[in-house]
């Protein structure tokens, strides 16, 4: 069973409930965004997490790019007991 760091965890805790900006992942864990891209990268390489663009998110041409947890993400926090 594979065991996330705490950062991770959280992450994907924030996640289970909404969807999230990296920006915002970074400010709502209280860390500087370059660790949120390397965190967020690494839960993506392991297919916990995955990218959505969120055509609401934004007045601007370009949509902003958030993350969603993915059903292995909620297997993670439900065997360990996080997700209730």
Same mark, same amino acid.
């Given at each position: 069973?594979?065991?996330?760091?705490? &950062?991770? +965890?959280? &992450?994907?805790?924030?996640?289970?409930?909404?969807? @999230?900006?990296?920006?915002? &992942?970074?400010?709502?864990?209280? $860390?500087? +965004?370059? @660790?949120?891209? *390397?965190? $967020?990268?690494?839960?993506?390489?392991?297919?916990? $997490?995955?990218?959505? *663009?969120?055509?609401?998110?934004?007045?601007?041409?370009?949509?902003?790019?958030?993350? $969603? &947890?993915?059903?292995?993400?909620?297997?993670?926090?439900?065997?360990?007991?996080? @997700?209730?």
């Amino acid at each position: 069973m594979d065991n996330l760091d705490r &950062i991770q +965890e959280k &992450i994907l805790l924030l996640l289970a409930t909404t969807p @999230l900006s990296t920006e915002k &992942i970074a400010t709502t864990v209280f $860390i500087d +965004e370059p @660790l949120a891209e *390397f965190h $967020i990268a690494e839960l993506a390489e392991q297919e916990y $997490i995955t990218s959505l *663009f969120d055509a609401f998110s934004s007045v601007s041409d370009a949509p902003d790019m958030v993350w $969603i &947890i993915e059903q292995k993400g909620r297997k993670y926090l439900l065997d360990r007991g996080l @997700l209730k």
